[in-house]
């Protein structure tokens, strides 16, 4: 089991406090907090009004970059790192949204990013850009969003049990069908035809298999997990690069599918409104 080099459990609470600057009411109509900090990362070029995000994906964007500032200020990853844990947060924010649901990566990217001016800023001063940091791990311009969100229900999974985390001995018995779920997930996962040596899939497959491990040391009765086993990199010419995700239908089997359906409308209904600031007010 991997020790990472950096406090995991803070790394979760980051993504709380940034999603707690979201506030939506029941027909998921975003209610705008216009003095959350989230807003001074929203400045687009075709607008002079800087410094307010006028709807949800404006603030997904924006918010993106407060968490790699946050992450890297507070908890002091390295770039791989960063471009990770900002690609699982911003897949959770965009597959959780029920209306309005985004189906095109490339359009979230061209509208989001690219006309985002902060995303041209160096995060240190010096350095990577916030767009660099996301553009070496992953090209959300060409991936199916279908593939990627692939790793959003895992992701939800975790972040629910870092959110609930505590020290009594109640907590292990009682989410351990959580962890049970994650589980089942990683192995569909780990079969997953986009594993593949190198890739950004399988470098964020196997951040999300280390801190399940992480829970382990306090939980011990939660299922170990095989370790992460990608294909080989197919031979250069035979295939696209293995940063792309690439883009095909989604091979689901009947099990896995199961599986997603199952805990999708649980996370949906009990945990997300708990993500959305309800248990922090």
């Not at 027909?27 to 990362?41: E, K």
């Not at 609930?164 to 351990?176: A, V």
């Amino acid at each position: 089991m991997t020790n990472p080099s950096y406090d995991i459990e803070k790394v979760y609470k980051e993504f709380v406090t940034i999603s707690n600057y979201f506030d939506e009411n029941n027909v998921s109509n975003l209610i705008n907090n216009t003095s959350a900090p989230i807003h001074n990362y929203c400045h687009y070029e075709d607008r002079s009004d800087s410094n307010k995000c006028l709807d949800y994906f404006e603030m997904t964007s924006s918010g993106v970059i407060h968490l790699l500032k946050d992450l890297k200020k507070k908890c002091n990853l390295d770039d791989d790192k960063l471009a990770e844990y900002a690609i699982l947060w911003l897949i959770y924010k965009l597959n959780i949204k029920e209306k309005d649901k985004l189906t095109d990566l490339n359009k979230f990217y061209t509208d989001h990013i690219e006309k985002n001016k902060c995303y041209n800023d160096k995060i240190n001063g010096d350095g990577s850009t916030y767009k660099d940091i996301i553009n070496k791990k992953i090209n959300l311009k060409d991936i199916n969003i279908n593939e990627i969100f692939k790793l959003e229900p895992p992701f939800n999974i975790l972040y629910y049990l870092y959110h609930e985390i505590s020290d009594q001995n109640s907590f292990c018995k009682e989410y351990s069908n959580y962890a049970k779920t994650f589980a089942d997930q990683f192995k569909n996962l780990n079969n997953d035809s986009n594993n593949i040596e190198g890739s950004s899939f399988s470098q964020i497959l196997s951040t999300l298999l280390n801190d399940h491990n992480n829970l382990i040391n306090k939980c011990p009765n939660f299922q170990p997990l095989p370790e992460l086993t990608p294909k080989k990199k197919p031979v250069e010419g035979s295939a696209k690069g293995v940063e792309e995700i690439s883009p095909q239908t989604p091979e689901v089997t009947p099990s896995s599918s199961s599986t997603l359906n199952t805990v999708i409308p649980v996370l949906s209904t009990f945990a997300i409104p708990v993500f959305l600031g309800v248990a922090y007010k």
